[in-house]
């Protein structure tokens, strides 16, 4: 158990770039979270997936973000055409979903992105 | 979207017992009570959660009300790597909802 690993830790990128981060959960947690967090502010939830499906997207998930998760193993999010408002640490968790609870989340560190 | 209430900020001495209070009044039956906590720069970390009994563990103590509505997070003796921010939250449906959380700060 290595713990959930995302990459990069740092990116900045210009308006109008596409960036894309990546999330190595735990393995065989069945469970994907993406949240991001403004300074100041706690986790918000974007967007999760069970194994493969992504099942719920928060109404803050704007068509310029994509995410997925093939195979249900690791996971990418995708901004294309960034904005500087989508400057944020972006976190990723992942959980052993046991008979429908809401098992513990296990966080990575997260990638700041800063759009200049 | 936060569903849960707590103060901003707190401060303990070093070696004393911390007591963070939560409330939750809207949660349902089945949703779990959890709490987080996050240092600078880190992802937050996995502290304790339980439904309706009290739950110890070894980092802290979970006290839940009867009627649910609230609860208090407790650390023992908190120390110097505690300070940090403190996030109540419980999860409905299959989302875990953050609020803003309290930021503890111990004094040595």
């Known amino acids: 158990d290595t713990g959930v690993s995302q990459n990069p830790r740092h990116k900045i990128t210009k308006r109008g770039q596409n960036v894309t981060f990546r999330c190595d959960p735990i393995?065989?947690?069945?469970?994907l979270y993406w949240y991001r967090q403004t300074l100041g502010q706690g986790p918000e939830f974007l967007t999760y997936?069970?194994?493969?499906?992504?099942?719920?997207k928060s109404r803050l998930l704007s068509d310029r973000f994509s995410a997925e998760r093939p195979k249900g193993s690791f996971s990418t999010l995708e901004i294309q055409r960034t904005e500087q408002g989508d400057s944020a640490m972006y976190l990723c968790?992942?959980?052993?979903?046991?008979?429908?609870?809401?098992?513990?989340?296990?966080f990575g560190s997260g990638t700041q992105l800063s759009v200049l | 979207d936060a569903k849960t209430t707590q103060p901003n900020s707190m401060e303990s001495n070093e070696e004393e017992p911390v007591h963070l209070p939560c409330n939750h009044s809207?949660?349902?039956?089945?949703?779990?009570i959890h709490w987080y906590r996050q240092l600078p720069s880190q992802g937050p970390e996995y502290v304790i959660h339980?439904?309706?009994s009290n739950v110890n563990n070894r980092m802290a103590s979970l006290a839940i009300a009867e009627d649910r509505k609230s609860s208090t997070l407790i650390l023992h003796r908190a120390t110097l790597r505690d300070a940090a921010v403190y996030y109540c939250i419980f999860a409905t449906g299959n989302q875990f909802y953050f609020g803003t959380g309290t930021s503890l700060t111990v004094i040595p």
């Open positions: 809207t949660i349902s039956g089945t949703d779990y």
């Open positions: 968790a992942s959980s052993l979903d046991r008979w429908g609870r809401n098992e513990k989340l296990f």
């Open positions: 339980g439904l309706t």
């Open positions: 997936f069970q194994n493969e499906a992504q099942l719920e």
């Open positions: 393995s065989e947690h069945n469970r």
